[in-house]
């Protein structure tokens, strides 16, 4: 058995245990991370074409029953011959299958839809959770805050003998804590985005771009084996701090501040890592940043580790950051949980509002940032894998104020 497949046996099992814990006969998937997450297959038309809801993975509770994963026959036909644990289903869509050589004996034969829609796939569902086996008055727990309303509708229309609640809380938990096949992407990805940082980097100068450098990272990146692709890049060079999908024109000039906030993807899986260089000496402000947020920093990493409540850790950043030199530092949440979200940013939070305690298997982000006007980014970020006796660091560069 591969480490993927013990991944999905795992989060089968915990899924089920889970369950059955809160009382719930099934657990439905319909984000493209979270489908991901329970299945090992990434739906491209979720990922790369942003289609809600084309595609279903369902867990039961009932250790005998088989897992269910529901793709269009599209997708479906590029599918390994068995995913373990897991039944698939399919339904049709535009895009026509032909089998000259019999190669398949069940693919649909009869009218196509002429675009991309969700009915055929909600239809499937209805149709798969019906014939399931579920009880009048089972519970079954979906992604019901990120569904559209006309799938709620069609949901609570077709299965009415069935009881529905947010799967939402049940995906952070069980997220929370990695896999050995999480935490070598996740660790591999932490690798490959340092090191394009490091070639990235050799680019500055005076007169670069934050676009130029974004560029300098991506190629960085894609000369990994696999060519694997950056996640995402939020660098920023000088006063101009906001985040953009289109980058300022400023140009690098002495004393300027740059932010590298990035990530490689793995396999899904991306890492959220942040460091912070000066072209030549920076002004007294960013010095006065970064010597208030380092021990801040420094004191958080020492705190992570089982057994602690994130908000603990949170408390006292926030305590050493604002006396050591910013007062009026003020933030939300100083680190969160990492791992597939396109966003990169996972529950649970480092704030003073979660009371998740960590333990060992949990990979998370601890980050201090500060934005400026006039000053620019300034910011450090690390990758920890919370382990039995403490955490251990991902990141390999260094946490001091480069100046280049």
Known sequence: ?????????????????MLEREGLDALVASSAENVYYLSGQPSMFMYTFRMTE???????RDPGRKSILLMSEFEASGLPDRIPGFD?????????????????????????????????????????LGASGLAAGAAVAAELGGMRGGTRALLADRLPQL????????????????????????RESCA???????????????????????AAFRIAVTRRRFGFSERFTTISVGPQFAPAS?????????????????????????????????LGEPGDAAKRAYAALRPGHDRMLELAGPGVPMDAVFAEGMEVIRRSGLPDYNRGHLGHSIGLALATEEAPFFSAAD??????????????????????AVMIEDMLLITGNGNERLNKLTRDLVVL
């Not at 084309?54 to 039961?60: D, K, P, Q």
């Not at 740059?258 to 959220?272: E, P, R």
């Not at 305690?357 to 000053?375: A, D, F, K």
């Open 355 to 376: 009371t998740t305690v960590l333990e060992p298997g949990m990979v998370v982000c601890i980050e201090t940032p500060y934005y400026g006007y006039g000053v620019g």
């Open 1 to 17: 058995m591969n480490l993927k497949e013990e991944h999905l046996l795992d989060v089968a099992s915990r899924a089920k245990e």
């Open 163 to 186: 009881r529905w609640a947010e799967a939402a809380p049940l995906f952070t938990r069980l997220r929370a804590r990695k896999t050995g096949f999480e935490i070598a992407q996740l």
């Open 88 to 128: 698939i289903l399919t339904y049709p869509q535009w895009i026509d299958l032909d089998d000259p050589f019999g190669m398949r004996r069940d693919l649909f034969r009869g009218e196509r839809p002429a675009a991309p829609g969700p009915d055929a796939a909600l239809s499937a569902l209805a149709e798969a």
């Open 54 to 60: 084309a595609a279903f993975a369902i867990v039961f």
């Open 192 to 214: 490959i985005s340092e090191e394009a940082i490091g070639a990235a980097v050799q680019a500055v100068a005076a007169g670069v771009t934050a676009a130029e450098l974004a």
């Open 246 to 278: 289109v980058y300022a024109p400023h140009r690098a000039a002495p004393g300027d501040i740059i932010k590298f906030d990035v990530g490689a993807d793995v396999q899904g899986y991306g890492a959220d890592i942040a460091r912070t260089f000066s």
